[in-house]
């Protein structure tokens, strides 16, 4: 099974795999809590693959310092 969107494009937007991994959860808890999403129609039927959705479509992003 191959996963969407893949982890060499998500690290193109976010470098750093636990930073990719931090933001992705907390995104989760937050739409579990809200049930917002920054994009329409997810493939994704889980809260992380939505998250990892919004990072690729570059709807979340990492503020750098």
Known sequence: MMLEPSIDALQEKVRSKYTLVTLSARRAR???DTQKFL???PKSLKYVGKALEEIQAEKLTVKQD
């Open 39 to 41: 994009i329409e129609n």
């Open 30 to 32: 937050e739409m579990r």
